[in-house]
């Protein structure tokens, strides 16, 4: 079975995701700010082979009415599909109507996933019986989870940054509980994909079966960039020389010319944007004459110039230079 998964969010670049946009709302078919199509590459590192359906609703602010939202609902019982992605909430609103609305969407089987708002406890629609919620934590793997079908907020799944695609400039490092959420409707759709689910029933046993903890008590709120910002310890001539030819691009692309430490957080210290990243992975595929991009980079090798040198000695080590 090949699930179909409906992404109501900015839009998505079909030139980025394969996609089929219904604009339900004439909202026109562009991402409005690069959201979508993050949540669509999110979707679809998890299932390969998943169909998406995109519904736009958030404009260039990534904001949206809780009646666009309504409407958009509305429009999927009656379309074929069967996860419905919200990487979004609504904040201080209970409506009866979008309550309605998801309930019968439930009781057509169709999965609504839904994320939690960054940094609350609990959100609309992800809290309502009939929806998975969802909230991110850092884990080490997109495949580990939490999950307890008891909990209002039964799921927690992986928020850990990851790079998207230059192209996507605010989302092209995505994370919080709206990466969680893409996350989240892409490992269901694995699930279905590999015959593993048929229904809402079996994919919950499903759940309850592969997750790493179904008991976790009151999670915290606080950020979780400390399990993600941890500098390496560099050790060898080999990397020490790597660190040393690797520092003045730093210097020029990251921090204009500012001084750093081997182990201070470049994040901290230095400007961080898609421009940034794109100029400093050309300059060292330049010098080490190997192909570095945002495939074999992830932001926990940017933490530090000695997290960088290890990962330049891997890839240098993996296409044989």
């Not at 940094?119 to 997109?142: E, H, M, N, Q």
Request: aromatic share 6%; charged share 25%; hydrophobic share 40%.
């Amino acid at each position: 079975m090949i699930p179909i998964v409906v992404v109501i969010d900015s839009g998505i670049d079909s030139t980025i995701v394969k996609n089929e946009t219904i604009d339900v709302l004439h909202k026109g078919k562009d991402d409005k700010c690069g959201h979508g199509t993050a949540c669509a590459m999110a979707i679809r590192a998890m299932d390969p082979d998943v169909s998406i359906l995109s519904i736009p609703i958030l404009d260039d602010n990534a904001g949206a009415s809780s009646d666009e939202l309504e409407n958009a609902l509305k429009f999927c019982c009656g379309l074929d599909c069967n996860i419905i992605n919200l990487s979004l909430s609504v904040s201080h609103l209970h409506s009866e109507n979008l309550k309605r609305i998801c309930g019968e969407l439930r009781r057509q089987g169709k999965i609504i996933v839904s994320s939690v708002t960054n940094r609350k406890y609990t959100s609309v629609p992800a809290s309502y019986d009939t929806v998975l919620g969802v909230r991110g934590k850092v884990f080490s793997s997109s495949y580990t989870y939490w999950f307890n079908a008891r909990e209002k907020i039964q799921l927690i799944t992986d928020m850990t940054p990851i790079f998207t695609d230059f192209r996507l400039k605010r989302y092209f490092m995505f994370s919080g509980n709206s990466k969680a959420a893409a996350i989240a409707s892409g490992l269901i759709a694995s699930y279905f994909s590999n015959g593993l689910v048929e229904d809402i029933e079996e994919l919950f046993q499903c759940m309850e079966q592969k997750c790493e903890k179904n008991n976790w008590g009151k999670i915290t709120l606080e950020s979780q960039m400390g399990n993600i910002l941890v500098p390496s310890i560099l050790t060898g001539k080999e990397l020490e020389n790597i660190r040393k030819m690797i520092y003045p691009l730093l210097k020029r692309h990251i921090t204009s010319e500012q001084d750093f430490s081997d182990d201070d957080i470049l994040f901290n210290v230095g400007i961080i944007t898609e421009k940034t990243l794109c100029e400093l992975f050309e300059a060292l595929s330049n010098l080490f004459n190997v192909e570095i991009n945002l495939q074999n980079l992830t932001p926990r090798d940017i933490v530090s110039i000695n997290n960088l040198s290890i990962a330049i000695k891997r890839i240098c080590n993996e296409q044989g230079k």
